[in-house]
Structures are given as C-alpha cells and as structure tokens.
C-alpha cells in the first residue's frame, strides 16, 4: 500500500493541527486550575509553534519548487 503525496501532506497537516489543539488544551486546563505544570505547558506551545513553522517552510519549499518547475520550458 503506497501513500500518496497528497495522503502524506494531509498527515502531516493533521499531526500540525492536532498539535495546536493539544496545545490550546493544556493552556486551558492551566487557567482552570486543573493539576498540569507551567514547564508541560510550555513544551506543548514550544511544540506547537515549531511544527507550524516547520510546515510553512516546507510549504515555502514546495512553491518555489513548482514555481521552477513552471519556469523550465519543455
């Protein structure tokens, strides 16, 4: 069974977001009260923001590469 590119960028795309989501969780539960640390707190918005970033820089990467492939004259 081969994955798709498209199969893999929609992987990818999900494991961002649900990184953001388990994020915006662990700063919820922080301001309710509920027993998670500040340092757990920290590492999954940490997480979070480099995993966006990672994705828009390969999304970056994938542009200019398609952007190259359109420039080239057959």
């Known amino acids: 069974s081969k994955l798709e590119f ?23 539960s922080l301001i309710k009260g509920d027993n998670v640390s500040m340092h757990d707190v920290m590492l999954s918005v940490q ?11 390969v999304r970056n990467k994938l542009f200019e590469a398609y952007q190259e492939v359109n420039r080239v004259q057959l």
């Open 47 to 57: 997480e979070s923001q480099m995993s966006m970033q990672l994705m828009l820089e």
């Open 6 to 28: 498209g199969d893999i960028i929609d992987n990818a795309i999900n494991k961002v977001n649900d990184s953001q989501v388990n994020a915006n969780n662990m700063i919820e």
